[in-house]
């Protein structure tokens, strides 16, 4: 196993730490953000519905969360040719707890 980085002050970055900033990042960009709180107040979203919902294209909108999918912010499923998404809540809670 290896050592934590170590940056200046002392402060060391954990796989917790680099967790956060990655979850961060992704959800930094306005559109990720809007889809987050899309999927906040819906349990489950089709791709066309959210693309929809978000006045994008289904091409923008594929290419935002398969950003938040790799972050694990948001789960993905599909059915036939439909993808559906949802929000991984307790990886957001948990990323944020540290930082409030």
């Given amino acids: 196993m290896t050592a934590p980085k170590q ?16 979850i961060l990042a992704a959800v930094g960009d306005p559109i990720r953000l ?12 089709s791709s066309s519905a959210a693309a929809e919902t978000l006045g994008v294209s289904l091409a923008l909108l594929c290419h935002h969360a398969r950003i938040l999918v790799d972050a694990g ?7 036939a040719q ?15 707890k540290g930082l409030v």
């Fill in 7 to 22: 940056y200046p002050g002392g402060v060391k970055a954990t796989l917790d730490t680099e967790r956060t900033a990655k």
């Fill in 73 to 79: 912010v948001v789960g993905k499923r599909k059915e």
């Fill in 34 to 45: 809007r889809f987050v709180q899309a999927l906040l107040a819906e349990t489950e979203m």
């Fill in 82 to 96: 439909t993808a559906y998404y949802s929000l991984n809540r307790k990886i957001l809670r948990d990323s944020l």
